[in-house]
């Protein structure tokens, strides 16, 4: 069964201990392919309420502008390793 890396309780997503790159996703293993889209879900998630905070007028924010670049970055390198670990796992175009 193909292993997913998911981030670990309580720890940060800047938090190093998170595996980037991610291995190739297998398409085939059903259980694994629920986590990753989970995972993938949880981050798309995280991203647009940060963009919803940003576009709120400055009172009603929760979090400054610098705050609000630093996790969309962090979700943007999430984000892009998971869709990338789902791209390796898709069989290599045919030349032709």
Do not use: C, N, Y
């Amino acid at each position: 069964m193909t292993q997913i890396s998911e981030r670990p309780s309580g720890a940060k997503p800047s938090d190093p201990s998170i595996d980037l790159p991610l291995l190739p996703l297998a398409f085939d293993d059903a259980p694994a392919v629920r986590a990753w889209l989970s995972f993938l879900r949880e981050h798309i998630l995280d991203a647009l309420a940060a963009g919803e905070d940003a576009a709120r007028s400055p009172r009603e924010r929760m979090f400054s502008r610098h705050e609000v670049r630093r996790r969309l970055a962090s979700e943007e390198r999430v984000l892009l390793g998971l869709v990338d670990a789902g791209e390796r796992a898709l069989p290599a175009r045919a030349l032709g």
